[in-house]
């Protein structure tokens, strides 16, 4: 079945660490999105890739890091100079065309922890 | 203000009952509306989408747009325990989504 993948699905960081969380996309989908949900926020968009090697800087992303080398992957890198990590992250994907309005697809999210 | 409202509630319902969940927004350039449904510690899955104004029906859900009072509705009838959950509405322009905080329902059996 086509997806979205995202590991590891809780992830604990040290403060002063950098991490990086995984997304992986079997859905031919060209568009890629990073979400943060924190209680009572609803989703913030991070990041999104619409193209292959290409990114844009989202509504909150100070602090954060993509890379798109290919169309099925969009892993986030949670630096150090985030000051508040600890959040619900959410990877998503849509295609082209009218559909890249409401077909987005996501993924189960990864828990992240500083301690 | 905020480009999409949603009261985060939270709602509590007998089983049975009719649900009303709403969000109101301030961006005239959206032009479709969503509503997802996502589980505790899950992520979001699409419920019902709409373009433009007007209803739309789906088994035991409508959703409903007023473009002209910027307002969206999403009803529920018959509503089951399996139904509570988290409900965020979406609005998309230029492909980007941006949701409402999100209403949590439980439907009590």
């Known amino acids: 079945d086509g997806g979205i993948t995202q590991s590891p699905k809780y992830l604990f960081r040290k403060e002063g660490q950098n991490v990086t969380l995984s997304c992986e996309q079997n859905?031919?989908?060209?568009?890629m999105y990073w979400y943060r949900q924190d209680p009572g926020q609803g989703l913030r968009l991070i990041y999104y890739?619409?193209?292959?090697?290409?990114?844009q800087k989202g509504d909150i992303a100070e602090g954060y890091s993509v890379s798109r080398e290919k169309k099925e992957s969009f892993p986030l890198t949670v630096t150090s100079a985030q000051k508040n990590p600890t959040a619900f992250y959410l990877c998503?994907?849509?295609?082209?065309?009218?559909?890249?309005?409401?077909?987005?697809?996501f993924g189960s999210g990864t828990r992240l922890t500083v301690v | 203000q905020k480009e999409v409202e949603q009261d985060p509630g939270p709602l509590s319902v007998p089983e049975g009952a009719i649900v009303s969940l709403n969000c109101t927004y301030s961006?005239?350039?959206?032009?479709?509306f969503m509503w997802y449904r996502q589980y505790s510690r899950k992520g979001p899955e699409l419920l019902m989408y709409?373009?433009?104004?007007g209803n739309k029906e789906d088994g035991r859900f409508t959703a409903q747009v007023d473009k002209s009072s910027k307002y969206i509705s999403l009803f529920i009838r018959d509503s089951q325990p399996s139904d509570s959950a988290t409900y965020l509405c979406?609005?998309?322009?230029?492909?980007?989504?941006?949701f409402g905080k999100g209403t949590l329902l439980t439907v009590n059996p």
């Open positions: 998503a994907s849509s295609p082209s065309g009218d559909r890249g309005h409401y077909g987005y697809t």
């Open positions: 859905l031919n989908h060209d568009a």
């Open positions: 890739s619409q193209i292959v090697n290409d990114f």
């Open positions: 961006n005239s350039a959206f032009q479709y």
């Open positions: 709409t373009y433009s104004s």
């Open positions: 979406a609005m998309s322009s230029n492909y980007k989504l941006t």
